[in-house]
T-cell receptor, first 116, second 113 residues
Framework: ETGVTQTPRHLVMGMTNKKSLKCEQH?????MYWYKQSAKKPLELMFV???????ENNSVPSRFSPECPNSSHLFLHLHTLQPEDSALYLC???????????????FGEGSRLTVL | GENVEQHPSTLSVQEGDSAVIKCTYS??????FPWYKQELGKGPQLIID?????GEKKDQRIAVTLNKTAKHFSLHITETQPEDSAVYFC????????????FGKGTKLSVKP
């Protein structure tokens, strides 16, 4: 496999469920990201990890919990979500997290989440 | 606050025509402006970017122009083809969040054969 892969591609969950999104990058990159993409809204950065350390937490509610066990894997743990959390969650990676505008983001195809 | 305004939100052109998408940004210190293309069911993919030390950059049928004085930049696609149909996003760096990009809301381009 190449690039950035995300699983599952689609997820439906109730508000009391606990689920996780998984992302894996095969590019040898050092930085990984979670973005949220909602209809008619810009892409929103949620979390950034650089060399497995969280470097950015963009005021995301605690019902979203990221985990980065190594530089190739990134998880987003979900619990007690709200219907307004329904969106496409995109994982991305870049060679490094070394400052503004220095590197291309490589996105996965996303996990489409529906919260009932 | 920081923002990137993108227009139009939808654009429909005939195959072979040109398409232009415009973005404005608020931070005059911004120095990097990428464009991403998102096809249906896929993640965004970088198609071209420009840095503030140049006014124009071209790659085959796509080009980006930058006007730092007016704080706007544009994507130009010439000789459009049906496979150009997608959502296009512009972006600019965030001053508040080092390493982050502020994205526009996107333009859905439809190229009719």
């Amino acid at each position: 496999e190449t690039g950035v892969t995300q699983t599952p591609r689609h997820l439906v969950m109730g508000m009391t469920n606990k689920k996780s999104l998984k992302c894996e990058q095969h590019l040898g990159h050092n930085a990984m990201y979670w973005y949220k993409q909602s209809a008619k809204k810009p892409l929103e950065l949620m979390f950034v990890y650089s060399l497995e350390e969280r470097v950015e937490n963009n005021s995301v509610p605690s019902r979203f919990s990221p985990e980065c066990p190594n530089s190739s894997h990134l998880f987003l743990h979900l619990h007690t979500l709200q219907p307004e959390d329904s969106a496409l969650y995109l994982c991305a990676s870049s060679q490094d997290f070394s400052g503004v505008g220095t590197g291309e983001l490589f996105f996965g195809e996303g996990s489409r989440l529906t919260v009932l | 606050g920081e923002n990137v305004e993108q227009h139009p939100s939808t654009l429909s052109v005939q195959e072979g025509d040109s398409a232009v998408i415009k973005c404005t940004y608020s931070d005059s210190a911004s120095n990097y402006f990428p464009w991403y293309k998102q096809e249906l069911g896929k993640g965004p993919q970088l198609i071209i970017d420009i840095r503030s030390n140049v006014g124009e950059k071209k790659d085959q049928r796509i080009a980006v122009t930058l006007n730092k004085t007016a704080k706007h930049f544009s994507l130009h696609i010439t000789e459009t083809q049906p496979e150009d149909s997608a959502v296009y996003f512009c972006a600019a760096p965030s001053r508040r969040s080092q390493g982050n990009l502020i994205f526009g809301k996107g333009t859905k381009l439809s190229v009719k054969p």
